[in-house]
């Protein structure tokens, strides 16, 4: 299996534009989870779905985020507008709900940065 | 809320054990996982115990004590590749995690 797949890798942005950052999960899994890392605030949960319907979006920070998963191999996360502080990596996880471990395997991540 | 402490930093040497600590405070705990990161990759995953007691893996063993709140994740005969930092990350409500701010580990030769 490829594993998670995310794009873009890397991201620049000016200040008020839009950003949509996405991600293939693996095959068979029905967990998604989007997470945001910076050195300040840690691995911080955004919005994690079950069978493709959103769960918990608690962690989205604010109106600005928005985050949609319209099948079971894809999503998206989408930033309108982009501001400095959004400026993260932003890693997409998968899992198998219901699995002894609930091993989350993460994507490479998409480094965002916003000026 | 949730909240999650493990120490910031570790250094230990080579061929050396260490245990990292984790405290946490949360409801609707279900488990707990541990998850490693090296620099600019992504985590991946380590372990996690839903039970009291210790599940080891390899060189890596983890910890659980629910009564206490508390686990550790061990890691034995430690090498270079070990360096890294290490996240423990609580499961709450079913398929929920909340992470640590992570565990530096320097292994020094």
């Known amino acids: 299996d490829a594993g998670v797949i995310q794009s873009p890798r890397h991201e620049v942005t000016e200040m008020g534009q839009e950003v949509t950052l996405r991600c293939k999960p693996i095959?068979?899994?029905?967990?998604l989870f989007w997470y945001r890392q910076t050195m300040m605030r840690g691995l911080e949960l955004l919005i994690y779905?079950?069978?493709?319907?959103?769960?918990?979006d608690s962690g989205m920070p604010e109106d600005r985020f928005s985050a949609k998963m319209p099948n079971a191999s894809f999503s998206t996360l989408k930033i309108q507008p982009s501001e400095p502080r959004d400026s993260a990596v932003y890693f997409c996880?998968?899992?198998?709900?219901?699995?002894?471990?609930?091993?989350?395997?993460f994507g490479p991540g998409t480094r965002l940065t916003v000026t | 809320g949730q909240s999650l402490e493990q120490p910031s930093e570790v250094t230990a040497v080579e061929g050396a054990i260490v245990q990292i600590n984790c405290t946490y405070q949360?409801?609707?705990?279900?488990?707990l996982s541990w998850y490693q990161q090296h620099d600019g990759g992504a985590p991946t995953f380590l372990s996690y115990?839903?039970?009291?007691g210790l599940e080891e893996t390899g060189r890596f063993s983890s910890f659980l004590s629910r009564s206490d709140s508390y686990g550790y994740l061990l890691l034995q005969e430690l090498q270079m590749k070990d360096s890294a930092s290490y996240f423990c990350?609580?499961?709450?409500?079913?398929?929920?995690?909340?992470f640590g701010s992570g565990t530096k580990l320097n292994v020094k030769p």
């Open positions: 115990n839903a039970l009291d």
């Open positions: 779905f079950n069978n493709n319907v959103p769960i918990d």
């Open positions: 990350a609580v499961r709450v409500n079913f398929n929920k995690f909340y």
């Open positions: 996880a998968s899992s198998l709900a219901g699995g002894v471990y609930q091993e989350q395997y």
């Open positions: 949360t409801s609707g705990f279900y488990g």
């Open positions: 095959s068979g899994h029905n967990s």
